[in-house]
């Protein structure tokens, strides 16, 4: 009886595993862990948050915004001017974080503390329809989306002073889109962000160690294990990482190593579309259309040269994190997070969705 209680104590145990790259543990909580089914709980409907009424990205100029710096048609076409066929536009940010001339680094020091002034830039990427989503859209839409990312990514990257070029997206109130109606930002920034710093830097550890990129040799692993592949194409692979930090997230990457997200070449742009727009669909039939954001990690500028090859030893990508879970007491006490489901749960149940 004993033998049999002490049996189901070890079966039941979580296990902790640590990220190569940062260096951080995640609990994937085996004891308390939950079936994939269950997290499929459904996007609240909020009628008022939906509304078309009054969202100011329905006509975004008529709602006073500025004039789009950048406008894409459905079929990924850059069009010299705003017209009726927008599928795509990029505006400035009417409430920007950063905001003003990059020229010169406002720095001063604060008794021990050092400030630098939020001078940069921030815009708003807004996809036409108010109810579609990039996991609806089709293969050429979802293409001009990646286009416009690239585009501002490309002309952000030159201004003086500007280290880091923020894309992210989020959708639903859980996730901190204060509006509803699909849209993406994109932040130049005077700093590299920690969560990126620290991924440089533990890249950089395991590059000196090994003499090779330990994304490769993650993406290399997943394909020979086998468990964790949500989808694949020539170009790109999205999988649940072994150290998942929250059930169902998911990291696609380029299967060709790149530091940057601007060394894409017109191909690799269109399948890294596709991966991302059909990923965003098995989740959002697997969880019900959950509240989501998704971001890209890219590798810094590098101010000097302007070139990506200064961080030979990074792989750019995409990461994709559902609003399952809240943090509470012990993650926020301990930095440490707890999933619920083992990452190879999660990636066998998503891949039984069909998205074309």
């Known amino acids: 009886m004993k033998k049999k209680i002490a049996k189901q104590l070890v079966k039941n145990v979580s296990e902790l595993r640590r990220d190569p790259v940062s260096g951080d543990w995640v609990v994937i909580a085996t004891g308390r862990a939950k079936r994939p089914n269950t997290f499929a709980q459904g996007h609240q409907h909020d009628p008022a948050y939906e509304s078309k009424e009054n969202c100011p990205f329905e006509n975004p100029q008529v709602s006073g915004n500025d004039k789009p710096i950048l406008v894409f048609d459905h079929k990924a076409r850059e069009m010299g001017k705003l017209s009726q066929d927008w599928f795509v536009q990029v505006i400035p940010n009417r409430f920007p974080a950063f905001a003003g001339p990059s020229v010169k680094r406002y720095v001063k020091h604060v008794g021990p503390y050092t400030v630098l002034e939020g001078r ?11 109810t579609k989503n990039i996991s609806s859209f089709s293969s050429l839409e979802a293409r001009a989306v990646i286009y416009a990312y690239m585009a501002r990514f490309n002309i952000l990257s030159l201004r003086p002073n500007v280290r880091y070029v923020s894309i992210f997206h989020n959708f639903g109130k859980e996730a901190g889109a204060s509006l509803y109606h699909p849209h993406s930002q994109i932040m130049a920034i005077p700093v590299v962000p920690p ?4 991924s440089l830097a ?25 468990q964790r592949i949500v989808f694949e194409n020539e170009h790109f692979i999205a999988i649940c990482p072994f150290v998942s930090r929250a059930a169902f997230e998911i990291r696609i990457f380029p299967k060709k190593h790149e530091s940057s997200f601007k060394d894409m070449g017109d191909e690799e742009i269109g399948k890294c579309a596709d991966a991302l ?6 989740l959002e039939k697997a969880l019900a259309n959950p509240d989501y954001n998704f971001f890209i990690h890219t590798s810094p500028i590098n101010i000097e040269s302007l070139e990506s090859h200064f961080y030979p030893h990074y792989h750019w990508h995409i990461e994709i994190l559902p609003k399952t879970a809240i943090w509470a007491g012990f993650e926020l006490g301990t930095g440490i997070e707890i999933s619920t489901i083992k990452p190879e749960n999660a990636a066998k149940f998503l891949r039984k969705f069909n998205v074309s």
Request: a positive charge.
């Open 120 to 130: 940069g830039s921030h815009e708003v990427v807004i996809m036409r329809e108010h």
């Open 195 to 198: 969560d990126v710093a620290r």
């Open 277 to 282: 727009r059909i990923t965003l669909g098995k």
């Open 202 to 226: 533990g890249s950089q550890r395991y590059f000196q160690e090994k003499s090779k990129c330990v994304h490769c040799e993650m993406i290399a692993w997943e394909k020979k294990d086998n």
